[in-house]
């Protein structure tokens, strides 16, 4: 083999090294972490990136919120305690524009910094101080249930139910023909459901389908999920109870399902 003909195989082979680095660097799910702490963020990211992820750390409200909403990261992780802008006004504002998966963490034992940002429209929380492992998991669990299908051969689902109605392949939600705004966690409840219109779906059933973990004593996350369904498709149907609270147990949609297909 002469030197040429050994480089054009050498370059070659960077080129795809080259193709190779670059198909993952674009397929990496991206992840915005927004935090004063700059240890715990340098920690996230230790922990993040061997798993697949690249990180960028963002240390104040206001830039945090142009970066969530400049389309460039798969989720946001996002502390409440913000110097100036607090995270609860960062959600708020990347609520108003965007449906981008939202992760917050809370100091531990404050439930009114949970049931707010769940208000609000977090996708879940995660108290302070925590496993790193476990905010890899629930990361997962949240990227997992709020991006669309892999295969686009997947075939279409539509599920009608009185005034709803769902579609798997946008992932589009209509009442009465209006599209609705829902967070990637109120859409797979509701698709839950209404699958199961008409039947008790338990909550510990929910928890684990709809958060990807068990039920813990104390967790109200799914019943925020499910007050907030409330409000935006409206408390009633026809006279009945849209979403039935079965104390104890779990929820009940009201009306029989008409149509899936």
């Known amino acids: 083999m002469n030197f ?3 480089c054009r195989i050498h370059a070659d082979l960077l080129t795809v090294i080259d193709m190779s680095f670059n198909y993952v660097e674009q397929t990496m799910e991206r992840v915005l972490v927004i935090d004063d702490d700059v240890g ?10 061997p798993e697949g992820y690249t990180v960028e ?20 992780v996002l502390d409440v305690m913000l110097p100036g802008t607090n995270g609860f006004d960062v959600l708020r504002r990347i609520r108003a524009k965007s449906r981008i ?4 963490l809370t100091a531990r034992g404050d439930d009114v910094d949970r049931i707010v940002g769940l208000e609000i429209g977090a996708d879940d929380y995660l108290p302070k101080p925590f496993n790193p492992r476990e905010l890899v998991a629930r990361i997962r669990a949240v990227l997992r249930r709020t991006q669309p299908a892999e295969s686009s051969t997947a075939p279409r689902v ?6 709803i109605e769902m579609d798997s392949n946008t992932r589009n939600v209509r009442r009465d023909g209006e599209v609705m705004e829902l967070t990637g966690v109120e859409y797979d409840l509701l698709e839950i459901l209404l699958r199961n219109a008409g039947q008790i779906v338990k ?14 004593p104390f967790d109200r996350s799914i019943d925020m999920h499910v007050s907030n369904l409330r409000k935006k498709l409206g408390h009633q149907l026809n006279g009945l109870e849209r979403i039935k609270t079965i104390r104890g147990v779990g929820y009940i949609y009201g009306a029989p399902a008409e149509k899936s297909e």
Not at 42 to 48: A, D
């Open 101 to 104: 998966p939202v992760l917050m």
């Open 158 to 163: 539509l599920i009608s139910v009185g005034d």
């Open 57 to 76: 750390a963002i240390h104040n409200g206001e830039r945090g919120v142009d970066r969530a909403l400049a389309g460039e990261h798969d989720l946001v």
């Open 40 to 49: 715990l963020c340098e920690l996230v990211g230790e922990y993040l990136e």
């Open 203 to 216: 909550r510990e059933e929910l928890v684990k389908e709809v958060l990807g973990r068990e039920l813990s």
């Open 4 to 6: 040429l003909h050994s």
